[in-house]
């Protein structure tokens, strides 16, 4: 098991060692993509009618490699790859996406402190087993009605299939509605849906949708590395505490705190976490 006592330890100059093009507490300077109303509106409806959105290749490899080569350098230096949410760019990358969070949770919206990063790069390593990630409903109202409280978004940052461990999810069926179901056990698995992606690209849920990811196999081509992050409708009272606004990220410290937090939420859903490392 990782010791997480002793990654607490380290100073923030230890980390920007491990990751010199990253940068920890610089100002905000990227800009959010500027999405047209068009794509938005097809988006839209594809996650309304199906329950999730696989948006190709949205985030190009200037952006993306700086954190997957940081991610690269943790695991060589044995370190969760949660740990790089330490760093400004990966947060970033999810500011780059205000106008489609926006779109879905209007304009007064918070990251949830609820984040991940994933690593599966030897055989039989395996993502998150079928969970949702708020087991409350999360969608009120029917239509063009509808509000949404809470969105979950991952990102690949490598081309992910089903040989290195994809995305599934139960999608909706094609009037929109979804069967309700209780127990992860009962799930109809046959439904379900593999979301293949390139790196880059943006995937979205609402967060009562059930998710889940695949097993690496032998036949996978490359390693299989991924960022996960929760924003919620500042509408609603929290789901969790302390809301974040990524454009003022917390101080590294705080942001340290936040990360060891993680271990302790999710260790009985994570499978490295679970059965120890």
Known sequence: MWQVNMFEQMNQEEWQTLA???TIGAPCEVTELPLSDEMLGEISGHFW???YFNIPSLLNETETAPVRDAMYALDAADIPPVYIFLYD????LFV???RLVQHFLGEKFAVLPNLWAWHLKAEGARGWPPHRDCDADTVFGEGADAVLMSLSLWVPLTDTDEANGCMYVLPKSGDGEVEVVLLPDKLDLLSARALPARAGSVLGWPQDLYHWG???????QNPRLSLSLEFQNCSFHPLAEPLINAAQLPSFEERLALIGSQFRKYRHIDPVLSEGK
């Open 96 to 98: 780059r996406l205000n």
């Open 49 to 51: 009618q199906k329950g």
């Open 89 to 92: 760019q990966p947060w970033w």
């Open 20 to 22: 010199p093009r990253l």
């Open 214 to 220: 695949g097993r690496y196999s032998a036949t996978a």
